[in-house]
């Protein structure tokens, strides 16, 4: 289908006569670590020796921060200090230095606080020692949210020592490091499934969390419930990227019902959705239209692209009338030809189907799935085309966030 894929992909498009519907353009020695055994936590480099040892300074405007709390916590922990978790607690020493050593293999977030100032620092351990060098603490932020449906229960933080009570749906997290936060949801009903939210802040900001879903086995990259041009992940994980836009030659004419002017949603008593219905000119010549979902950041001629080596298979539905063309793409290449990784027909069924495409058989090198900027759907003829339920099943979220 190369012939198609000249007609259908869109990059950088600068023509005369389109028609855009929408785009959206990381110290006291001898301290015990508080959960997995006795491994110590210390304040200088007496013990980088033993192995698996991380170390870091932490300043405030350039001078050590003494006796500043630090907590290193695997990742996906959500009860620091419980049984069985890995993770550990120290104080900066005089010179704002904290070690922690015979950390087992794996994904940790380091967290340092101090009266109204804090930061959290990702860290990746195999094998290794690290040396984290300086890092400045800054105003902390506060995350705000409500949870739909279920009144009381609690709000944890992956990887990080921070939770607050939910009361008839309200929740606030204070003293909270700026950037990525990992939220969960566990209702006081224990027959009630938990939920996961996504946000990023900004130091001494307020940051809202705008929704929370049921996610088991696999990643909700976009139901449009939230009515957001952003797929789930990007407040989070992809600042000022994974904006999901419709794009099309003037050729076509679109008819639409949205309730938005960013992306044509709709909503019926089953949720929202995308909806697009598009009617081509008699005689065009190479008409498109196109709609997708950047999964990194274009921005210019910088691209970034994501790893969806971890993820097994992709999943959405559709309905409708007509053909589309799923394409994933790299961006970041020079050639238009060679950006297309992968390209299905599909065509609409007159009622809500799911696709799968397992990763590994469409995209069989491994390297090319790691660098996946956008996913879209595209056509060069009439169309009446229904979108919703985005999936990643499988994969593993901070590797796939881990920009190329």
């Not at 989070?236 to 992306?263: H, K, M, Q, R, Y």
């Not at 598009?278 to 997708?292: C, H, I």
């Not at 959405?316 to 790299?330: P, Y």
Request: with cysteine.
């Amino acid at each position: 289908m190369k012939s198609l894929r000249n007609i259908l992909y869109l990059s950088n498009v600068d023509k005369s006569g389109l028609k855009f519907f929408a785009l959206g353009c990381a110290a006291i020695a001898g301290l015990v670590g508080c959960s997995d055994g006795d491994k110590t936590a210390g304040g200088g480099p007496s013990g980088t020796e033993a192995g698996n040892a991380i170390v870091a300074t932490i300043v405030n405007e350039g001078a050590p921060v003494a006796r500043a709390k630090v907590n290193l916590i695997e990742s996906e922990s959500l009860d620091f200090g419980a049984a069985g978790e890995s993770s550990y607690t120290a104080n900066t020493d005089e010179n704002g230095i904290v070690e922690f050593n015979e950390i087992p293999k794996g994904k940790y977030t380091l967290e340092a606080s101090t009266e109204g100032l804090a930061i959290q620092i990702p860290v990746s351990v195999n094998n290794q020692n690290i040396d984290l060098g300086e890092n400045s603490l800054q105003q902390t932020a506060t995350i705000n949210g409500i949870v739909d449906g279920i009144s009381n229960g609690t709000i944890k933080v992956r990887g990080l020592d921070h939770s607050a009570k939910v009361s008839t749906g309200k929740f606030s997290l204070q003293g909270m490091p700026a950037g990525t936060a990992n939220l969960v949801f566990i209702p006081e009903t224990e027959s009630a499934d938990t939920t996961f939210g996504y946000v990023n802040s900004e130091p001494g900001q307020t940051a809202n969390v705008t929704s929370f879903e049921a996610e088991k086995g696999f990643l909700l990259i976009e139901d449009f419930e939230d009515l957001n041009n952003q797929h789930r992940y990007a407040p989070a994980f992809t600042p000022n990227g994974g904006w999901w836009f419709v794009t099309a030659d003037s050729a076509f004419s679109l008819e639409t019902n949205s309730s938005t002017t960013s992306i044509p949603l709709e909503t019926d008593s089953t949720g929202s959705y995308m909806h697009i219905k598009a009617t081509v000119a008699e005689g065009a010549v190479n008409p498109w239209l196109s709609t997708g979902v950047q999964i990194g950041n274009k921005l210019s001629n910088y691209v970034t692209t994501y790893d969806l080596s971890s993820v097994d298979t992709i999943a959405f539905d559709t309905k409708g009338e007509g053909i589309v063309f799923l394409q994933i793409l790299d961006e970041s290449r020079a050639d238009d030809s060679s950006k297309v990784l992968y390209e299905a027909q599909i065509d609409l069924p007159g009622i809500w189907v799911t696709h799968k495409f397992a990763l590994d058989e469409i995209i069989p090198n491994e390297k090319d799935r790691t660098m996946v900027s956008m996913i879209t759907w595209s056509t060069k003829d009439n169309i009446d085309f229904f979108l919703d339920n985005l999936k990643f099943i499988g994969g593993d979220k901070n590797l796939i966030w881990n920009r190329q």
